[in-house]
Nanobody
Framework: KVQLVESGGGSVQAGGSLSLSCAAS????????MGWFRQAPGKEREGVAT????????NYVDSVKGRFTISQDSAKNTLYLRMDSLKPEDTAMYYC??????WGGGWCRRSPGDFGYWGQGTQVTVTS
């Protein structure tokens, strides 16, 4: 059974930083495509960043480029999202997700429909 457990959310002032973690079980993070998504009230779920090829390739939404960093630790089977220079518009529920198996390689899109396993979410609130 695949389980993804996020942690690290919270409230921070604009310009601050937060780090999210996603511990995976029943799924090998480094061998597949993993991603972080977010959903604000009244908005669609948005792909923030994906990572694949053992962490060697990443794909970010334009609004977070240069501010967020997705990474993974194969020994801990854990996915991370480091968020710097946070803005109020980054406020959302953040979800860790794993690609719907089998992962066939290629480009890992930030499309929610491609991901079959989801964590419970962790809230990130950025105040101005």
């Amino acid at each position: 059974k695949v389980q993804l457990v996020e942690s690290g959310g919270g409230s921070v002032q604009a310009g601050g930083s937060l780090s999210l973690s996603c511990a995976a079980s029943g799924y090998t993070v480094s061998s597949n495509c993993m991603g972080w998504f977010r959903q604000a009230p009244g908005k669609e779920r948005e792909g923030v960043a994906t990572i694949w090829a053992g962490g060697g390739r990443t794909n970010y939404v334009d609004s977070v480029k240069g501010r967020f960093t997705i990474s993974q630790d194969s020994a801990k089977n854990t996915l991370y999202l480091r968020m710097d220079s946070l803005k109020p518009e980054d406020t959302a529920m953040y979800y860790c997700a794993a690609y719907l198996l089998p992962w066939g390689g290629g480009w890992c899109r930030r499309s929610p429909g491609d991901f079959g396993y989801w964590g419970q979410g962790t809230q990130v609130t950025v105040t101005s």
